[in-house]
């Protein structure tokens, strides 16, 4: 069928880690507790993936496409033993249009985990799960255009939404959600000026879900009088991220085919923030406590600001040819950067009590700081 592309392929990737085992005399398990020797173990893992995708024309300019995707992996030493992955695609593209182009994408995928499940007490809560080696279903969708209105303006637009939920992790990350959105644009205005401009959107949310007890209490997973999750004492933490982007740029043909200037400058805002859930009871000690809730005198605080930070860069690159071969820039950038978290707030190197005592803590200092840059550059440039 002329109208009718089909396509096949299957990759096979081996990775066998052979590096020297290297033996820790002693590790550190808790505050005052060393104990003996331990060797980590190196991860080898073999990837096979088979891939069908068929794309068909439904008119002049426009295709569908379809595909599904087959992803094993089998680990030696790693969080899981294997994992199965079907992953179903669909988009469609068209340029029936002269001027403008589009693309709809859909794609869905399943992950199996052959994750152990842990029954004995190993520090860990029996049915927490690490992210990237757990089971997960999962959405990806987008959509995107170009529009060419006349010879001068071209303008982009893409949007995108994502989510993972972790549909066997009874603790640890439960599901992820991201949004992006994104509208760029270039105009020319002569033949020696063309100017473009851009904004992105980023949206992230996660929420995470865990348990802090007291040995042998109500909430003590490994308890005989404990058996399933759903325990008050749990807590839940829903982690926000917002980022805002915005350039602007412009081609100045001063000279033409001989000198010109590249000016560019984008300024990103982030702002984040996580909240914290859990309930509030004391020990079983008193007649209106809860028997099967772990002391917890307090509901914890949110974070209202984590990792806050705002930057700026301007870019300015003066091109001159020499020659039909060479080529010569003179370039300068300024870069600043500023953060804002609440691990700065009341900061001190030197930890004290609240009566002023030293606390027995001299911290490194290695907070980031904000900084401001400067830099002046050239280069030399020869094309063949």
């Not at 469609?92 to 403008?100: E, G, H, M, Q, V």
């Not at 007291?214 to 980022?243: C, Q």
């Amino acid at each position: 069928m002329e109208k009718l592309d089909v396509k096949v392929r299957y990759k096979y990737d081996q990775h066998n880690n052979k590096t020297d085992e290297l033996t820790i005399a002693n590790y550190v398990r808790t505050d005052a507790t060393i104990e003996g020797s331990s060797t980590p173990t190196y991860v080898s893992y073999i990837k096979r993936i088979a891939e069908l995708e068929l794309a068909y024309e439904l008119m002049d300019r426009t295709t569908l496409t379809v595909g599904y995707e087959k992803e094993t992996n089998s680990f030696s030493n790693g969080s899981a033993d294997s994992e199965d992955e079907d992953i179903y695609k669909i988009s469609l593209n068209s340029r029936a249009l002269d001027w403008a182009t589009g693309r709809l994408s859909l794609e869905y995928f399943k992950k199996d985990s052959d994750y152990p499940d842990y029954t004995a007490a190993n520090a860990e809560l029996p049915w927490m799960r690490k992210f990237y080696a757990a089971s997960k279903d999962g959405l990806k969708a987008s959509a995107a255009a170009t529009l060419m209105p006349n010879d001068k303006l071209n303008v982009n637009l893409e949007l995108s939404y994502g989510k993972d939920d972790y549909k066997d992790s009874e603790f640890g990350l439960q599901d992820d959600r991201n949004y992006t959105g994104t509208v760029d644009a270039d105009y020319e205005v002569n033949k020696r000026l063309t100017l473009n401009a851009f904004y992105t959107y980023e949206n992230q949310k996660s929420m995470q879900r865990s348990r802090q007890w007291t040995p042998s209490s109500a909430g003590d997973p490994y308890s005989a009088t404990f058996s399933d999750v759903s325990d008050p004492s749990n807590w839940t933490l829903e982690v926000t991220d917002i980022v805002n982007t915005i350039g602007l740029g412009a081609e100045v043909g001063i000279i033409e085919d001989l000198l010109d200037l590249d000016l560019d400058g984008t300024y990103s805002k982030s702002n984040s923030k996580a909240d914290f859930g859990s309930a509030v009871g004391i020990a079983p000690a008193s007649p209106y406590s809860n028997p099967n809730m772990d002391n917890n005198a307090f509901v914890p605080l949110d974070f209202g600001n984590i990792d806050d930070t705002r930057m700026l860069t301007v870019n300015t690159r003066l091109n001159y040819k020499l020659s039909k071969a060479w080529s010569t820039t003179l370039g300068y950038q300024y870069q600043r950067w500023a953060i804002d978290d609440y691990q700065y707030d009341g900061y001190t190197p030197i930890m004290v009590t609240g009566s002023g005592a030293y606390n027995a803590l001299l911290s490194m200092d290695t907070l980031y700081k904000p900084y401001k840059v400067n830099t002046v550059y050239v280069t030399a440039t020869y094309s063949f």
